[in-house]
């Protein structure tokens, strides 16, 4: 089918990565015609292949888009997106909404969504968190904010995609601070779960056991039970990767300095993702904080002497 064949109301998914794929699928599950692209010309094969359109232009993917759903890394990519050389800002028809999935600071938020507004689009401020299972199911958590417009054009796609949708406010930012929150416990969570998880190790313990134990207790933490049957495994194939919270918590830290807010827990915990990123381990799993604890403490872990993920 050409991009231009069916008449109905479509949505455009830029990134169909493990988290843009699943979204892209639960709205075609929904009966929207999604359009998607990547950079990687094999995401867009796959999307075709399971049935949705595939563009080979940023420009292309958004012809005749009402929303346009965007499935980046970062703010950076966001823009350039929009704003780029290449950026597709100009070329989404007038009154159809961006609806930005990527973690940032609220004050670039609302920067890119007054200058797309400028240009008559409806910018939709809307972080995701659930991970690519619950993406791939239509049941992400989405912390939003915009206009009342931005979300009744957005609104096909939001039900699609969310178990939830938070309406956070009028104005880009705000879902972004709320993200932002999000992220900063995550984070530390996730350290705090691997710090316990070789300490134990440290102690001889039967992981398993520990395992068993803490998630009944009250030291457990949604991060600890989700995250440490990864290192139980010794699988640290990338589910949330190293280097989205040297990402995150480095957003949470340039934040909080400029409030002058202190975030101690934070800070020891950038460090730790840092620390692992500067071994090898960027690109594998969140939990891989775990190997790091074990290098430094010579605790023995399962499957330890594994290399670091680098497909």
């Known amino acids: 089918m050409s991009l231009n064949e069916n008449p109905r109301c479509r949505a455009a998914v830029i990134g169909l990565g493990s988290m843009g794929f699943g979204m892209a699928q639960s709205m075609k599950r929904a009966g929207i015609e999604v359009v998607g692209y990547d950079v990687a010309q094999v995401a867009i094969e796959r999307f075709v292949a399971e ?4 563009a080979g232009t940023l420009k292309e993917a958004v012809q005749n888009a009402g929303i346009v759903v965007s499935v980046v890394v ?11 050389p290449d950026g597709i800002a100009e070329a989404m028809k007038p009154g159809a909404a961006f609806v930005s999935s990527a973690t940032m600071d609220p004050a670039v938020a609302r920067s890119l969504a007054k200058r797309a507004e400028a240009l008559g689009l409806h910018y939709l401020d809307a972080p995701i968190s659930g991970g690519a299972a619950r993406a791939a199911k239509g049941e992400l958590t989405i ?23 938070y309406e956070l406010g009028d104005a880009a930012g705000t879902g972004a601070a709320f993200k932002m929150i999000n992220q900063l416990l995550a984070g530390v969570h996730i ?21 068993e134990v803490i998630t009944a207790s009250a030291g457990n933490s949604w991060m600890f039970e989700n995250r440490i049957p990864h290192v139980l495994a010794g699988d640290y194939t990338p589910l949330s990767a190293v280097e989205i919270f040297v990402k995150d918590l480095g957003i949470v830290q340039d934040m909080a ?3 002058r807010y202190p975030v101690p827990l934070v800070a020891a ?12 381990m960027g ?6 904080l775990a190997r790091l ?3 430094l403490s010579g605790a023995e872990l399962p499957g330890q002497g594994k290399e670091p993920h680098t497909a």
């Open 51 to 54: 049935g949705g359109l595939g």
């Open 74 to 84: 970062n703010a950076a990519q966001t823009e350039a997106v929009l704003f780029g």
């Open 143 to 165: 912390m939003a904010s915009g206009s009342a417009e931005a979300f009744a054009v957005a609104r096909p796609a939001l039900d699609a995609m969310a178990a939830e949708v």
């Open 191 to 211: 350290a705090a779960a691997c710090e316990a998880i070789s300490f134990a190790a440290k102690q001889g313990l039967d992981l398993a056991k520990v395992y």
């Open 257 to 259: 300095r400029a409030e």
């Open 269 to 280: 915990a950038l460090q730790m993702y840092l620390a692992a990123s500067g071994a090898g």
């Open 283 to 288: 690109r594998d799993d969140d939990s891989s």
């Open 293 to 295: 604890y074990a290098q």
